[in-house]
């Protein structure tokens, strides 16, 4: 089904008739893919919302939970970030188009709510990773990103080019085939920073590595959707606040703990064997320089994180 076709959507939930639904569903990139796609992302993301929430409203759905990001919060937010810090200012620009998108299903759910009686609610999400994740370098988040190029990496140290192609063929790319020579598959790999020199191999990540950024693995997500998908209705968060205009309703999900990208990019070196060199492209965007959440209010609910994460890094590069 291509959840941007409206008679598609309500087509299948004409027939389906769900009585509850999460929607995860997104157009979804790194910070490149973010600011190059912008109107792809911007017109797919509320083109999905727009179909599956009104549909679920046209079938009476009995509740409707939906997926933001943390990127809905201001770039120059107070950390960590509250559920009240919603359009206190500037979005960061490089993911405008997509952070509109999602405050504009947000207040969809809200609205919809406050008219028509619903029970939509909204959950922010902090940066996931997890089993399945998207791989693809051309528009990766950070932490899979850092998986491939790493193991890349290793491989090249290794001088282990027949698993370069095994890894190309199991998770294509443009640009990629696994019958490509070895410089050929080489110079392709610089494309992404990684650089083989003799037997020495850099990987140049993008931005200076000061970002700090909060990770949650997806396992964790999907317990805490299903424990407020169980347990808490849009009534509660309003009730609960004793809100006079109805703003914010939405609940943060996140481990609460953040660390640099830098920290980061060591601990994955670290997991994945990796022996050579990291260098950084300061000249690249760094986007928001710190998103960490506030998760007080869900943990208030009773809900809270439990995988480490670089436990859950080792177990999601094992699965790799």
Same mark, same amino acid.
């Given at each position: ?35 190059? @796609?912008?109107?792809? !992302?911007?017109?797919?993301? %509320? ?9 679920? @409203? ?22 960590? /970030?509250?559920? #009240? ?20 299903? /947000?207040?969809?759910? #809200?609205?919809? &709510? ?14 996931? @990773? ?30 282990? /080019? &027949? ?23 080489? +110079?392709?790999?610089?494309? !992404?920073? =990684?650089?083989?020199?003799?037997? #020495? ?25 299903? !424990? ?21 309703? +939405? ?9 640099? =990208?830098?920290?980061?990019?060591? /601990? ?20 928001? @320089? ?16 439990? %995988?480490?994460?670089?436990?859950? %890094? ?7």
């Amino acid at each position: 089904m291509d959840l941007v076709n409206q008679a598609q959507v309500e087509a299948f939930f004409k027939k389906e008739q769900p009585e509850y639904v999460f929607l995860a569903a997104a157009k979804v990139g790194g910070i490149m893919a973010n600011n190059t @796609y912008r109107a792809d !992302f911007i017109y797919e993301n %509320i083109q999905i919302q727009n179909n599956i929430i009104h549909s679920a @409203y046209q079938s009476g759905v009995k509740k409707l939970l939906f997926l933001g990001s943390s990127c809905i919060y201001p770039k120059e937010c107070p950390q960590p /970030m509250k559920e #009240e810090h919603l359009l206190t200012g500037p979005l960061e620009y490089t993911n405008e188009p997509y952070a509109i998108a999602k405050i504009a299903g /947000m207040k969809l759910c #809200e609205s919809y &709510n406050l008219q028509y009686g619903t029970d939509f609610v909204s959950v922010m999400p902090t940066n996931l @990773y997890g089993p399945n994740d998207n791989y693809n370098l051309h528009g990766s988040h950070v932490l899979p990103a850092l998986i491939r190029k790493m193991h890349l990496g290793k491989l090249l140290m290794d001088d282990d /080019m &027949n698993g370069v192609r095994v890894d190309v063929e199991h998770k294509p790319m443009r640009g990629f085939s696994a019958s490509q020579d070895d410089k050929q598959l080489i +110079h392709a790999l610089e494309e !992404f920073g =990684i650089f083989k020199s003799g037997n #020495e191999v850099e990987i140049k990540l993008w931005g200076s590595g000061t970002p700090r950024r909060e990770f949650l693995h997806s396992d964790d997500l999907a317990a805490a959707v299903v !424990f407020v998908m169980q347990n808490i209705s849009f009534k509660d968060v309003v009730e609960e606040r004793g809100l006079q205009e109805v703003r914010n309703t +939405h609940i943060n999900i996140g481990s609460g703990v953040d660390l640099s =990208i830098a920290e980061l990019a060591e /601990m994955v070196k670290k997991i994945t064997g990796f022996k050579g060199k990291i260098s950084w492209d300061a000249d690249k965007p760094d986007g928001t @320089y710190r998103k960490l959440m506030d998760v007080s209010r869900l943990r208030d609910l009773g809900w809270q994180a439990t %995988i480490e994460l670089e436990a859950g %890094i080792r177990k999601v590069y094992q699965a790799y």
